[in-house]
């Protein structure tokens, strides 16, 4: 397997969630991280827990192109050696019909898990590929696969995010940069919180008498997937809560 010690992962979306026990996993097996989020108090919660040395931090929208640029171009030389992009951050706004979704939360998800994951990925793979290769690892959902009522744009940037992986990785072919699409179900993270705009009824529904999946199951397959020995290319990886499973087609009877 490939040595955790060798890894510096730059990581959209560390604030909270995935991104946040991602970045302790690496740090824990001795990897480097650069934590990247727009709540710096989160940021610098997180780099007091595992320590400067190993933790970089970044405050950074993903939206803002030129922000994530020169994030990049001020990476300190110690973590300068970036061989894992984990494009994380994103967000579910609302679970309205489409009829009556708000369009700014439309237009908040696209901007974010399609258009900043974008910006992300095209900031730093010309690095990866110059430094001799490394890993793409992006952050789908089962969403992006199964359809669900209220889940219009949602979904839609999921399956963006999974065409994307398996675009890249057709594109990348010769250049030793692996692609990994991790595609989550039910998880509890502050997902469903800021989905539901900080209404914490509507937000504990989804794991109401069940048992989600949680941040560090996530990690762990993150991690998992970017050590596994160099010739192995994870595509996608489909995971669900044990408790989650598929429902029949919805059939309309008068
Ligand atoms: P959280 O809400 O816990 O974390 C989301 C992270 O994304 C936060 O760190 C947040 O940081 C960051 N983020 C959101 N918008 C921006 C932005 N404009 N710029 C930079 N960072 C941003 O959710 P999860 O950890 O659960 O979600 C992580 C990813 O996994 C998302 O892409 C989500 O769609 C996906 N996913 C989640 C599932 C779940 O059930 N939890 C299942 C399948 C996929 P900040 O607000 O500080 O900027
Ligand atoms: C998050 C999982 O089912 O809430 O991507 O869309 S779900």
């Known amino acids: 397997t490939l040595d955790p010690k060798t890894l510096t992962v730059f990581i959209t979306g560390a604030t909270s969630?995935?991104?946040?026990?991602?970045?302790?996993?690496?740090?824990?097996?001795?990897?480097?991280?650069?934590?990247t989020g727009r709540r710096g108090e989160r940021?610098?919660?997180?780099?007091?827990?595992?320590?400067?040395?190993?933790c970089h931090?970044?405050?950074?929208?993903?939206?803002?192109?030129?922000?994530?640029?020169?994030?990049?171009?001020?990476?300190?030389?110690?973590?300068?050696?970036?061989?894992?992009?984990?494009?994380?951050?994103?967000?579910?706004?609302?679970?309205?019909?489409?009829?009556?979704t708000d369009i700014t939360d439309w237009e908040t998800m696209?901007?974010?898990?399609?258009?900043?994951?974008?910006?992300?990925?095209?900031?730093?793979?010309?690095?990866?590929?110059?430094?001799?290769g490394g890993h793409v690892v992006t952050l789908?959902?089962?969403?992006?696969?199964?359809?669900?009522?209220?889940?219009?744009?949602?979904?839609a940037t999921k399956a963006f995010v999974k065409q994307f992986a398996l675009n890249l990785r057709a594109d990348l072919q010769?250049?030793?940069?692996?692609?990994?699409?991790?595609?989550?179900?039910?998880?509890?993270?502050?997902?469903?919180l800021v989905r539901f705009k900080g209404d914490e009824g509507q937000a504990n529904k989804p794991y109401e008498g069940t048992t989600p999946m949680n941040a560090d199951d996530i990690a762990e397959a993150i991690f998992w997937s970017t050590t596994l020995p160099a010739h192995v290319n994870?595509?996608?990886?489909q995971m669900m809560a044990t408790t989650q499973a598929f429902a029949p087609f919805d059939i309309y009877r008068r």
């Open 17 to 35: 969630g995935f991104g946040a026990a991602a970045a302790r996993r690496y740090v824990a097996a001795g990897g480097k991280v650069i934590a």
């Open 43 to 54: 940021l610098k919660e997180l780099q007091d827990q595992i320590g400067a040395e190993n």
């Open 57 to 100: 931090i970044i405050e950074l929208d993903v939206r803002d192109r030129a922000a994530i640029d020169a994030a990049i171009s001020a990476i300190p030389a110690p973590f300068a050696g970036i061989n894992v992009v984990l494009a994380n951050a994103g967000l579910a706004l609302g679970l309205q019909p489409a009829a009556e």
């Open 110 to 132: 696209i901007d974010t898990n399609v258009t900043g994951f974008v910006y992300t990925v095209r900031a730093l793979l010309p690095g990866l590929i110059e430094r001799g």
């Open 140 to 155: 789908g959902s089962v969403a992006g696969d199964y359809p669900y009522p209220g889940g219009s744009v949602y979904g």
């Open 174 to 192: 010769g250049k030793n940069v692996r692609v990994t699409n991790i595609e989550p179900g039910l998880t509890e993270t502050e997902f469903s």
């Open 234 to 237: 994870i595509n996608r990886l």
